[in-house]
Every structure is written in C-alpha cells, then in structure tokens.
C-alpha cells in the first residue's frame, strides 16, 4: 500500500481533545494536499473525527476552520498553481474559500467508534490509560478486515504493552506529538523490536510531510520528554519541601518557580510548566512509569495532597491557565497555594522578601525569548552559568544543584537505554520544552 493510499481512510480517536483536535487538523491538511495532486484527483479521501462528545466535535469543526484559514493564507502562491484548472477562482479569498472547504469536506465527525473499522489507519489519542488503550485497539482491530497500523500519541505507556496486549502483531507505534501539535514542531517516534519495518517508513514520511522534528526513543515508559520532566519535576518538589523547613509553602514554591525560570533561563517555571501539563496528569505518567522503574520511585506527597484538595491546574477549552500551585490573572501567576489554608497567598505579601533572599542573577543574565536566538550559546551560558557557581545566593546555589540534576536526569536517559545520545535528549528539551539549551552540556558538570 502507497503512502497516498493509506491516508485514503483515516481515523482520529479522540478527535475533540486537546491533542487530537491538533492531530486531526494536520492529518486533514495533510491529506487535502494530497487529493489535490492530479494523479490524486479522483481518489476519495475520508478523515474520521471520532469523539465521544456531541459539544467538543461541534467545537472541534470551528477550530480547525479558523486554523486551516490562517495556513491557507500563509500559502496563497502554492493554492493558486494547484487551484489553476479552476476558472471560476479568481481572487485569493475564492482559493482559500475553497480551501477551507476540501479540508473540512473531507472530515466526517462521529460519536461512533464503527468508522474505524474501515480505516487503513488510526490514530489514538485518548486518555493515558493502558488498559483503555488496548481495549480500544483490540476492539477496532478485530472488527477491522484491513489490518489497520495504528499510531497512539502516548506519552508515557510503552508501546509494546498495548502491541501484546490487544495482540496487534507490530501494527502500532508511538507518534508522540508535543502540545499543541499545530504549532510544536517536535514529535518522540517509539518503535519495538515488533514494530513493522515500513510502518516506520510510513512515520517518518508522515512526519516528513507535517515538517516534524522526529526524535526516536526507545520503548521505556515515559521516553524522552516525560522521562525528563518526571523526574525535573520531582527535583522542584523536592526542593521545595527543603526550602519549607524556613519558608511557608507558598514562598517556596515562588523561590523554586522564580530561581528554574530566570537562573535557569527557562520559558517558564516549574511549577508553572507542571500547572500547564496539570497536576492530575503528572500524577497519572507517574503511576503509569513507575511499575518499570526498578531503582527510583516516582512519587510525590505534595502531589498526591493537591490532588486531594482538588487542585489539579490544566487548561480551559479556551486554552486559558487554569490556577494549580499558582493562580494566574491574565496568563500570569500572582500568588501560590497553600495547602494548610487551602487559599491563594498574593506574590504581593512575600515577594520582596523572597526576592531579596533569592538574591539578583548573576552576571551576563539574559532573558530567555532573545537567549533562544543567541548564535554563541555556548560563550554567554558558559559565563553567565561560571559565574553563578561561584556566588552564595540562595538562588545562585538553588539553581546549580537543578542544573546539575538536570544534568544528571539526562545522562541517565542515555544510560538507561531511553535515548540513543545526548543530541536526542537535547533535542527534545531544546524543541519539545523550548528550553534555551539541553540539559546534557558543560555548564553543570
């Protein structure tokens, strides 16, 4: 089977979710391209939105209207050599006009998981759940005569458990899309010793045509990217239960989410990127790695009591910050969480203090949006991080240890058979988590 002609039925489980409302508009885009090539021009092409929820397929069609609108845009020049043999498109607005229709002509919502099983491929992107997973395959598998490859954008449940487990035969691998898909560039390709050979072929034209960056990763549960924030995370919660012993909790998580994010040159902080993720959903990857971590245990109490207390951070459908360890006021945090009072704390009330034991940053501090573009990465981090290892601050001090563990995380990625080397490990952090360097370098050792 051709590349075109495996992409002639496709389906999407969990089309209307965060992850695969994005899979669905790029695989839609994709395969629009596709029938819109002369020797594709009879061929019919069928994407399959499946979602249980009537509300967020209707939603899901307005999101990826609006989307597909901005990419036809970008791509007038291109539209107009493919629209050519159309002599009733004249003005631009008419191309994208019609456009927009072959895309969203193409997609068939539906609430029924039937529709898969005419698909010659399948993508799933439901909830992180393992035995959900394979129930799910299983059941489109045997109800399927076509032999389907499926692509699970898990981030965190080895694919070899979901293969032997809905007895697949190396149909399945995992195509972990970063979020959101429509804009990250990175997607993590796990494959098994199982895994078809021209599945893989499949991928990476796939990603390919999406302008991916594909990193492989081995078949260990959380891979790279989780393998990393797991356990990145963990060391921020870990420090903060240090710091409590002389700060009250709100002040220590602003001290660890102020030191990873400026001295650290991050996007944001970590407590910010976990509240982002969400709460639940960290505690849910590491529940689902933890059975396969023979030497470390992923666990955290802080997490655990946040869940109880029914903080659990994550997004609104509208994309807005939901508040976790911090609460946010027009994208941005203003106060943290203390799990004794069960209220807010506002920065207001401690940040001067905090600020003023945290210490200023060391020379050579940049901030991250022009530190991303910097050419000479390595002669302005290697100063600025020189510099800091030679202070006392309390944040000059906070900030080595995590860069150093950090270190440390990723040189065991590679140790423990995750990752194939430290370009993989730092290509992830680098396009995944849009960190300023990776993590593996000469800064931290």
């Known amino acids: 089977m051709t590349y075109e002609e495996r992409l002639q039925n496709v389906t999407v489980l969990g089309a209307a979710g965060k992850m695969g409302s994005g899979i669905l508009l790029l695989t839609a885009v994709e395969m629009t391209n596709l029938s819109l090539m002369p020797e594709n021009k009879r061929k019919t092409f069928v994407l399959n939105a499946m979602d249980l929820s009537d509300e967020g397929l209707h939603g899901l069609m307005k999101y990826v209207k609006s989307q597909v609108l901005k990419i036809a845009e970008k791509q007038t020049v291109w539209l107009r050599s493919v629209y050519a043999d159309r002599e009733d498109l004249i003005e631009n607005g008419e191309i994208i006009e019609q456009y927009i229709f072959d895309v969203l002509n193409m997609i068939r919502p539906t609430t029924a998981m039937e529709v898969a099983y005419r698909s010659h491929l399948v993508f799933e992107a439901v909830s992180e759940n ?81 302008k991916k960056v594909v990193v492989p990763s081995n078949d260990i549960a959380g891979f790279i990217g989780n393998g990393h924030f797991m356990r990145d995370g963990l060391h921020g919660l870990s420090e903060v239960k240090n710091l409590s012993v002389k700060y009250t909790f709100p002040e220590a998580v602003y001290i660890m989410n102020k030191v990873s994010q400026d001295f650290l040159v991050r996007p944001m902080g970590i407590f910010q990127l976990i509240d982002y993720v969400g709460i639940d959903v960290m505690q849910f990857i590491m529940k689902v790695m933890n059975p396969y971590m023979e030497n470390e245990n992923l666990h955290s109490d802080i997490i655990d009591q946040f869940i109880e207390l ?64 910097l050419k000479n990465k390595e002669e302005v981090f290697g100063k600025f991080f020189g510099h800091m290892k030679s202070l006392d601050s309390l944040g000059a001090q906070l900030a080595a240890k995590y860069g150093a563990r950090s270190h440390d995380i990723g040189t065991t990625l590679i140790n423990d058979g995750v990752a194939a080397n430290k370009e993989d490990v730092n290509t992830v952090m680098l396009t995944g988590f849009f960190h300023a360097y990776g993590p593996i370098n000469d800064f931290f050792n």
Request: glycine letters at 8%; charged letters at 20%; one cysteine or more.
């Open 310 to 373: 029914g903080v659990k951070g994550g997004q609104m459908s509208s994309g807005a910050q939901k508040d976790g360890f911090l609460k946010y006021e027009k994208g941005r945090p203003v106060a943290a969480f203390d799990p004794n009072t069960e209220e807010y704390v506002s920065f207001e009330t401690f940040a001067e203090k905090c600020d003023s034991q945290i210490g200023a940053l060391p020379e050579g501090a940049i901030p991250w949006k022009k530190a991303v573009r």
């Open 130 to 210: 393992p035995d959900l997973k394979v129930k799910i395959l299983s059941q489109i598998d045997s109800n399927n005569p076509n032999k389907p490859w499926f692509f699970t954008n898990t981030s965190s449940v080895p694919i070899n458990l979901i293969d032997e487990g809905a007895k697949l035969g190396g149909r399945v691998l995992g195509f972990h899309f970063y979020n959101p898909p429509a804009i990250q560039k990175l997607v993590e390709l796990i494959t098994t010793s199982s895994t078809l050979p021209e599945m893989k072929e499949f991928a990476l034209a796939y990603a390919n045509g999406l």
